[in-house]
């Protein structure tokens, strides 16, 4: 039995587009898929690469400025001392008007450099930081008013954690008492006056 020879008609030529056309899109859909994810990963390699070269910046300066011997500042303890005492009577202050109780003020005795947990860069070396621990009691409103009037000081601080707890509740005024842990970094100008 003899095979006919194949004859290729109009019908296989569509056919054999439609065919190649379909595969033709799925290579440029997976070319531009694979290019969208290359360029992804490129960006974020890049960005990597940058944080990385921030950071090693960032331990450079602290390796010099941990090297370099500490110039001795004068007026920074008196003015440090200035901008606790400000803010320790803002915080009075503003406790008494709101009828709130500091149960605890606590300002670290040590300077330290300005270092914002806001960005990688050291580039602040005429501010220094002053660690304050605050505990205050009251209702919620009462404590809340106390420490919105910070604002008010006239001194910048940095904030670092705030915990809210429920103490008690007062039946005589009908509220709640809360307990409020405040955490911050006063902040000053090295020979600057506050």
């Not at 990597?48 to 070269?53: G, H, I, K, T």
């Not at 090297?67 to 007026?75: A, D, G, Q, S, Y």
């Not at 320790?88 to 300077?111: G, M, Y």
């Not at 501010?127 to 409103?141: A, I």
Request: proline residues 5%.
């Amino acid at each position: 039995m003899r095979k006919e020879p194949f004859i290729l008609t109009q019908p296989h030529v569509h056919r054999a587009r439609k065919v190649l056309k379909v595969i033709l899109g799925l290579t440029c859909g997976a070319l531009v898929l694979s290019g969208g994810r290359y360029l992804q990963a490129k960006m974020v390699t890049a960005d990597l690469a940058d944080r990385v070269r921030m950071q090693s910046k960032t331990l450079a300066d602290l390796r010099q400025a941990a090297v370099k011997p500490t110039e001795t500042r004068p007026t920074s303890p008196a003015i440090r001392e200035d901008a606790i005492v400000k803010v320790q009577t803002a915080l009075e202050r503003n406790a008494r008007a709101a009828k709130c109780e500091i149960s605890e003020f606590q300002a670290s005795p040590d300077r330290a450099p300005y270092l914002s947990s806001f960005t990688l860069e050291t580039n602040h070396a005429d501010w220094e930081q002053v660690q304050v621990h605050v505990t205050l009691s009251g209702s919620v409103s009462a404590v809340f008013t106390t420490v919105e009037g910070l604002r008010k000081c006239g001194v910048p601080i940095e904030p670092d954690s705030i915990e809210l707890a429920r103490k008690s509740f007062d039946e005589h005024k009908k509220h709640s008492v809360v307990t409020l842990r405040l955490s911050f970094r006063v902040l000053t100008r090295i020979g600057a006056k506050v």
